[in-house]
């Protein structure tokens, strides 16, 4: 189980969108459709913002997306706030009932 | 409303063992598609899965930490234990206890996160 593959850091203006790219493997993002997204904020717990790919919890902006191609899952966040400032983490089921985080992306929102 | 909290020593000697309680409520780990995991993240580091257990008592562990870790649950007191045994210091960081609910497989409810210092 290697970490799935993160840019370390994304930045944008408040209005903008950005993508957050997610790498894997055919073992884990390539094989099944449960890649999940989460969003922390410094000195908190993560919040489930993505699951299944592309599925929005309830409660969830509009503003936030998801999708996959291959091996890499994407997140994008459109019209950028300044509350959207933290930090982002994909996960993929990677069978035999185990997971996998990436190593973590952080927006900032200049 | 569903909450988890987790508990446990706040430090740990190395080689000593770990044991993390996540105690939680608003749902039942018998139900049928109901997990708990516990998930760790080291100071200024990403997050690491560790371990999950489900609703038919059926465990599964990272594999680089399998041989340390045991999970365990106690469905009549909302409990689920994690026990990592000869702690070090690279262990140090901040727990946490998360449920899962199939089919969606994603970490839908966090705790608070206890922090766990592992030092002499």
């Known amino acids: 189980q290697s970490a799935l593959t993160q840019p370390a850091s994304v930045s944008g203006s408040p209005g903008q969108s950005i993508t957050i790219s997610c790498t894997g493997t055919s073992s884990d993002v390539g094989s099944y459709n449960l890649v999940s997204w989460y969003q922390q904020h410094p000195g908190k717990a993560p919040k489930l913002m993505i699951y299944e790919v592309s599925k929005r919890p309830s409660g969830v902006s509009n503003r936030f997306s998801g999708s996959k191609s291959g091996n890499t899952a994407s997140l994008t966040i459109s019209g950028l706030q300044a509350e959207d400032e933290a930090d982002y983490y994909c996960?993929?089921?990677?069978?035999?009932?185990?997971?996998?985080f990436g190593g973590g992306t952080k927006l900032t929102v200049l | 409303q569903v909450t988890l909290r987790e508990s446990g020593p706040a430090l740990v000697k190395p080689t000593q063992t770990l044991t993390l309680t996540c105690t939680f409520s608003?749902?039942?780990?018998?139900?049928?598609?109901?997990?708990v995991s516990w998930i760790r993240q080291p100071p200024g580091k990403a997050l690491e899965w560790l371990a999950l257990?489900?609703?038919?008592?059926?465990?599964y562990y990272s594999t680089s930490l399998k041989t340390r870790l045991t999970i365990s649950k106690d469905t009549s007191k909302n409990q689920v234990v994690l026990t990592m045994t000869n702690m070090d210091p690279v262990d140090t960081a901040t727990y946490y206890c998360?449920?899962?609910?199939?089919?969606?497989?994603?970490?839908?409810?966090w705790g608070q996160g206890t922090m766990v210092t592992v030092s002499s």
């Open positions: 257990i489900d609703w038919d008592d059926d465990k």
């Open positions: 996960c993929s089921y990677a069978g035999s009932s185990t997971g996998v």
């Open positions: 998360a449920r899962m609910s199939l089919p969606e497989g994603a970490f839908d409810i």
């Open positions: 608003g749902f039942s780990l018998s139900t049928s598609g109901m997990c």
